[in-house]
C-alpha cells in the first residue's frame, strides 16, 4: 500500500511539473518502464493489502474481546460454582442422617461404636473440613464429636470452641423440637438439667420467636454463618426412629477452607486445558488482598506486581476491573458467592496477535507473489537499456576494491559499445602496473600511492631509522651446498624477516642478495627509532625458531646480523642518462 501510494504521489508530482514548465522530461527509458509497469500493478495490490490488513485487524479485536469474555465468565463461573459447593455438602449431611445405623453408633452408649460413627463421619464429610458434630439426644446430656487435633486446645482435652457452640445451640434444639411435637414438651423437660433449665429461660426472655421460626425453616436445608469474621456452613436436622425424634444434629465445616479446596481445584483443572490462561484467587483485606493461590511462574516478578496491585484496586473498591498491559490482559473479579475472597485471572493475548502476524505476512507474500509478475515485466522491456549500463557500473565497483582480473565481454555497435572497449584497455594497462609492483621498491611503492612530491621532483630529506639485516657467511654457505638448498633457504627466510617487518609498520626498500634493507620513518604519533627496536628482537626470535625448525629437520644452520641506525635520510630519485633509481642515503 505504502509502495503503491509512493508511485502515484511521484507520478502526480511529475505530471504537474511537465504541466507548470511545459516541458517534457528525458528520463531514462529503463527505470520510466518498470516505474510505469508498478504503478499499474500497485493499485489493485494496494486495495488488496489494505483490505486484508483491515479483516486482520477486525479479526484480533473480535478474538481478543471475545478470550476476555470467556476468561470473565470463568470466574464467573468458579464464583457461583463456590454455592454448589455449600448444596453438596449438605446433600451428605442429609445423607448421613438417612444412614440409620450411623445414628444408632453416634448415640451408642458403646465409646467403641460413637468412635466408628466419629470416623466415618468425618471420612465421609471430610476430615480437612468439618470441625464437629453437635448432638442433642433427647432424654440425655448433648455432647459433640470431632478429631483428636480439635481438642488439643482445650482443658481436659475439650474443644473450647465446640463446646461453646453447643451450649449456645442447646436452647434452639430444645425449642424447635417442642415446636415438632407438642406433646412431648414435658417429656423433653425432664430431662434438662438445673443448668439447661437456665439456659432456656434466658433463651426464651432474649431470643425473638422469629429467630427461633428461622432456625426451625433452615432444618434440613442448611445456612451459612458468620462466626469472628470466619465463614461456616452449619447444617441441623433431627435424628428419627419409628417416626419419633429421638435427637438432634448439627454439622458444622469450616466453610473457608472447603471454599480454598474447590478453588483450588478448579484453578488447577483449568490450566491444564488453557495453559496460556493465568488464574488465581487471594483473601479479602483491609486495604488490599493476600495471595492465596495463582499459577504464575515463579520469575515473573514483574507480572506478579502487576497483577496484585489490580487485585488490591479491586479488593478495595469491591467491584470488577480488567487493565490491558501489553501482551496480557489482567481481570479481578470480587467473588458474589464468597465475599472473603477476590477472584483474577491473566490473559495472554500473544497467540492471537502471532496468528495475526502470521496472517499478515501471508498476505505481504501474496501481495508480493502478484507484483513479481508485474515487476518482472516492466524489468525485461527495460533490461535491454540497462544492461550495458549495469556491467560497466558492477566492474568500476570491483576496480574501486582493487579487483583488476575482469573484462566487460560486450560487443555492441553504439557508444556504449566503446565505453566498454575503452574500460578494457584501462584495466589492462592497471594490471601490468601491479604485475610490476613486486620488483619495485617499497618507498617507491608508498610514494606512489600516495603522491609524494619527491618523484616529481629531487629528493626530500625525513628522519627516520634504516634496519638492515645480513646472512652471515652466505659466500661460504653457497659455496658449500647445493644451489637448490640455498635458495629454499632464503626464501624461507627472505619471507619470514619481510613479515615480522610489514607487521611492526616497516617498509621493505629492496632485497640486495641475502641483505634485507627496511625503513621506519618518524610520526607525529611515535619515534621510528622504537618500533625498529621492536622488530629487531621479534627478527631474533623468529630466527632461532627458523634454526630449531631447521635442526629438527636435519638441514644446515645459518647465522644473521642486523643493523640499526637512526637519522636524516635522504629519500628520492637518483639517476643517470639511462637510468632512474629511488634511494635512500643516510
Known amino acids: 500500500f505504502a509502495l503503491g501510494s509512493l508511485l502515484i504521489m511521484g507520478w502526480l508530482l511529475l505530471t504537474f511539473r511537465i504541466l507548470w514548465t511545459s516541458r517534457p522530461l528525458s528520463p531514462n527509458l529503463g527505470p520510466w518502464l518498470l516505474s510505469f509497469f508498478a504503478l499499474i500493478g500497485a493499485i489493485p495490490l494496494s486495495v488488496l493489502y489494505f483490505s486484508g490488513s483491515f479483516r486482520i485487524s477486525t479479526e484480533i479485536q473480535r478474538r481478543s474481546e471475545e478470550t476476555i469474555r470467556q476468561v470473565h465468565n470463568t470466574l464467573e463461573e468458579f464464583d457461583s460454582g463456590s454455592r454448589l459447593i455449600f448444596h453438596r455438602w449438605v446433600r451428605s449431611c442429609r445423607a448421613m442422617l438417612q444412614d440409620q445405623g450411623w445414628g444408632e453408633d453416634l448415640l451408642s452408649s458403646n465409646l467403641l461404636a460413637r468412635e466408628k460413627a466419629t470416623k466415618e463421619v468425618f471420612q465421609r464429610l471430610g476430615a480437612k473440613h468439618l470441625e464437629y458434630v453437635m448432638v442433642y439426644p433427647m432424654g440425655h446430656e448433648p455432647y459433640y464429636v470431632c478429631l483428636p487435633q480439635n481438642r488439643q486446645g482445650g482443658p481436659k482435652g475439650e474443644f473450647p470452641v465446640a463446646k461453646a457452640a453447643m451450649q449456645f445451640l442447646a436452647p434452639f434444639a430444645f425449642r424447635t423440637s417442642t415446636y415438632l411435637e407438642p406433646n412431648r414438651q414435658q417429656e423433653f423437660e425432664k430431662t434438662l438439667g438445673e443448668q439447661e433449665k437456665a439456659m432456656l429461660d434466658m433463651y426464651d426472655t432474649t431470643v425473638s420467636k422469629l429467630s427461633q421460626k428461622d432456625f426451625l425453616i433452615v432444618r434440613a436445608i442448611g445456612d451459612i454463618i458468620e462466626i469472628m469474621g470466619k465463614r461456616l456452613f452449619q447444617f441441623h436436622d433431627v435424628l428419627t426412629r419409628d417416626g419419633r425424634s429421638i435427637a438432634w444434629l448439627i454439622f458444622r465445616t469450616d466453610g473457608t477452607s472447603l471454599q480454598k479446596f474447590y478453588l483450588n481445584q478448579s484453578i488447577d483443572k483449568n490450566h491444564l486445558s488453557n495453559p496460556d490462561q493465568i488464574y488465581a484467587y487471594g483473601r479479602i483485606l483491609p486495604g488490599g488482598c493476600e495471595l492465596e493461590k495463582t499459577n504464575i511462574r515463579m520469575g515473573d516478578l514483574k507480572i506478579q506486581r502487576t497483577f496484585q496491585r489490580i487485585l488490591n484496586l479491586a479488593a478495595r473498591t469491591r467491584s470488577q476491573h480488567t487493565q490491558v498491559i501489553g501482551n496480557r490482559v489482567y481481570l479481578a473479579h470480587p467473588s458474589v458467592q464468597m465475599p472473603s475472597f477476590i477472584l483474577g485471572a491473566i490473559l495472554n493475548l500473544q497467540p492471537i496477535r502471532d496468528q495475526a502476524k502470521k496472517s499478515r505476512q501471508n498476505l505481504i507474500a501474496t501481495t508480493m507473489a502478484l507484483a513479481i509478475p508485474i515487476l518482472f515485466l516492466g524489468w525485461s522491456v527495460s533490461q535491454y537499456f540497462l544492461f550495458p549500463l549495469t556491467r560497466v557500473q558492477q566492474a568500476l565497483a570491483r576496480v574501486k576494491e582493487g579487483d583488476l582480473d575482469l573484462q566487460i565481454d560486450l560487443v555492441r555497435e553504439d557508444e556504449l559499445g566503446e565505453m566498454t572497449q575503452a574500460f578494457n584497455q584501462m584495466i589492462h594497462g592497471l594490471e601490468k602496473r601491479r604485475r610490476l609492483m613486486p620488483f619495485v621498491s617499497g618507498t617507491l611503492g608508498q610514494a606512489l600511492t600516495q603522491g609524494h612530491e619527491e618523484l616529481s621532483g629531487g629528493p626530500s630529506l625525513r628522519p627516520g631509522t634504516v634496519l638492515v639485516t645480513d646472512l652471515r657467511s652466505f659466500t ?107 634511494e635512500i642515503l643516510g
Open 476 to 582: 661460504t654457505l653457497s659455496e658449500t651446498f647445493p644451489a637448490r638448498m640455498v635458495v629454499s633457504m632464503l626464501n624461507e627466510h627472505l619471507e619470514s624477516m619481510s613479515s615480522v617487518i610489514q607487521e611492526q609498520g616497516g617498509m621493505i626498500d629492496k632485497f640486495i642478495g641475502d641483505a634485507i634493507i627496511a625503513v621506519f620513518y618518524d610520526t607525529p604519533e611515535r619515534h621510528s627509532l622504537q618500533p625498529a627496536m621492536t622488530t629487531a628482537r621479534e627478527l631474533i626470535r623468529q630466527h632461532r625458531r627458523i634454526q630449531e625448525a631447521r635442526r629438527q629437520q636435519g638441514d644446515f644452520a645459518y647465522r644473521m646480523g642486523i643493523g640499526i641506525d637512526y637519522g636524516p635520510l635522504m629519500v628520492g630519485p637518483v639517476h643517470s642518462r639511462e637510468r632512474d633509481e629511488h
